[in-house]
């Protein structure tokens, strides 16, 4: 049973779906004024991990995220370069859904732009209106807080101590405050101004409110409840509360069933920020860093959890990484050249057994990332199992009726880290060696050829010689030379194997 911390419960509660093997979940999307920055990203990669572990463990998810492509942002950014918030809008939407898909980042099912959804959140004001939650005042229309008496639910406030603060934020007499019947109260349509874009509606010229967006396009794409509604920290307050608000005044319904936040991200300790000159954008972090290391970072903290994000921890992860690319490589390789003579496989750690290791780290896996989406535990997990096949092969011999065993260890750490949005499959392609081995294989093996992989094997077959001749200065001139070009040698009991070094 998967069990989800829920924000407006506070507490883990066993995830039931609305509709039995079926999600939908909701992610609030970027206001897209410019490129998304690494905080973005954090949000964005966990709940696209949550998403693929909810496939991987049979349900059939329907995942919508939305595109806020209309903006007092958009418009600022559009009016600073003499150019149209509908031009700014498309090309930082491009630039989003590039960058997503550069960090492994799966498209979703649906992906609503608000702009195209105008006269959905046009119906829903008109609801809202009817039932006495919204009214408008000179072309603007504004949702009464007071009307729905569970405001401040999400986020655990109380609306007369909210009321207070507003009071001593408001403008002294004059401005678009004294419009409004309440303080509290928050637009959901706003008058034209010169300019701006704008839409035909009943209260004339206009455009969204932002928070009316998600609540409409989530209502139409997965309909009400929600079973999952998730997004950012920051976004609990004002934003998702006043979803709640307007989407459950508008239906007298429950709006989503779980609402899930992702943690803030730091960068070396201290708050991200332009000021601080440690505003990181994602694309310029995926220039120097595998996508895949980044996600590794992630998965090594919980999503709820700060995320400390620092050149030395992305180091690590990189370690980490290719610890588990070299177990799957040295499993591949054993699979590949048994002992035709070598007696069935005994293990040097009593009890092990293939089956029952595979079947563990299943099992481990699954229990931590039930336990809402602990992706810290699963990966325990998954460095558990590796390092527990390590211990047991030890330097044994491997045969024909190994080879099953072998791979079945390659294909659970490549299907469990799959499940977490980070690919350490091998590529199909052989290895493409650099021209350089064929050079170093003329000068200490006599190689006369010209292709490299048969440079290595060359190679390979002059340092065994060597070594059987006690001839180690040819020995260490192969090691050394492929080393220098970034491989290492390992000898096993079927013979040398070359590896990128790792």
């Not at 498309?90 to 960058?99: K, L, N, Q, R, S």
């Amino acid at each position: 049973m998967i069990r989800i911390y829920d924000t407006q419960a506070r507490a883990k509660r066993d995830f039931v779906p609305a509709r039995e093997g079926k999600v939908g979940m909701y992610v609030c999307g970027p206001t897209v004024y410019n490129y998304i920055h690494i905080g973005n990203a954090r949000t964005f990669i966990s709940f696209d991990t949550v998403r693929r572990y909810l496939e991987w463990s049979g349900y059939d998810v329907t995942f919508v995220q939305n595109v806020t492509d209309v903006d007092d942002k958009i418009i600022t950014k559009a009016n600073e370069e003499g150019r149209s918030a509908a031009e700014v809008a498309a090309e930082y939407t491009e630039a989003f859904i590039a960058d997503m898909r550069a960090a492994g980042v799966k498209d979703p099912d649906i992906r609503p732009k608000a702009t195209e959804e105008i006269d959905e959140m046009i119906k829903l004001v008109e609801t809202l209106i009817e039932k006495g939650h919204a009214y408008e005042v000179e072309g603007d229309v504004y949702f009464s807080v007071r009307s729905f008496p569970e405001y401040g639910k999400l986020s655990n406030r109380n609306i007369d101590e909210m009321e207070g603060g507003h009071r001593e934020l408001r403008a002294d007499g004059k401005g678009l405050e004294d419009r409004k019947r309440d303080p509290l109260d928050f637009a959901v349509w706003k008058a034209a101004k010169p300019g701006e874009p704008s839409w035909e509606s009943p209260w004339g010229q206009g455009r969204p409110g932002w928070h009316i967006e998600c609540s409409a396009m989530s209502r139409k794409y997965l309909g009400m409840p929600l079973d999952i509604h998730g997004g950012g920290a920051d976004l609990a307050f004002p934003h998702h509360e006043n979803e709640i608000a307007q989407s459950e005044a508008a239906c007298g319904c429950t709006f989503s069933n779980y609402w899930m936040h992702g943690g803030m991200l730091q960068i070396n300790s201290e708050k991200m920020s332009k000021s601080l000159g440690n505003f990181l954008l994602l694309r310029d972090v995926l220039k120097e860093c595998d996508a895949r290391v980044l996600r590794m970072l992630m998965m090594q903290t919980h999503y709820r959890s700060p995320l400390d994000f620092s050149k030395e921890r992305l180091d690590e992860a990189g370690a980490s990484l290719g610890r588990l690319c070299c177990c799957i490589d040295r499993m591949d390789w054993l699979a590949s050249h048994p002992d035709e003579n070598a007696p069935a496989f005994v293990p040097e750690t009593e009890g092990f057994t293939f089956e029952k290791a595979v079947k563990n780290v299943r099992e481990a896996f699954a229990a931590s990332m039930d336990d809402d989406f602990n992706t810290a535990g699963a990966l325990g997990a998954i460095f558990g199992f590796v390092g527990e096949v390590n211990a047991a092969l030890g330097t044994a011999t491997f045969g024909p009726a190994d080879v099953a065993n072998l791979e079945s260890v390659r294909d659970v750490i490549i299907e469990l880290m799959g499940v977490l949005g980070i690919d350490v499959a091998p590529a199909k392609a052989e290895v493409a060696y650099p021209a350089e081995v064929v050079d170093l294989a003329r000068e200490v093996a006599g190689f006369e050829g010209e292709d490299a992989a048969e440079a290595v094997d060359a190679l390979l077959e002059a340092r065994a010689d060597a070594r059987a001749e006690k001839n180690w200065a040819v020995a260490d001139a192969v090691r050394d030379g492929l080393c220098g070009l970034g491989f290492t040698i390992e000898d096993t009991p079927q013979g040398a194997k070359v590896s990128y070094s790792c």
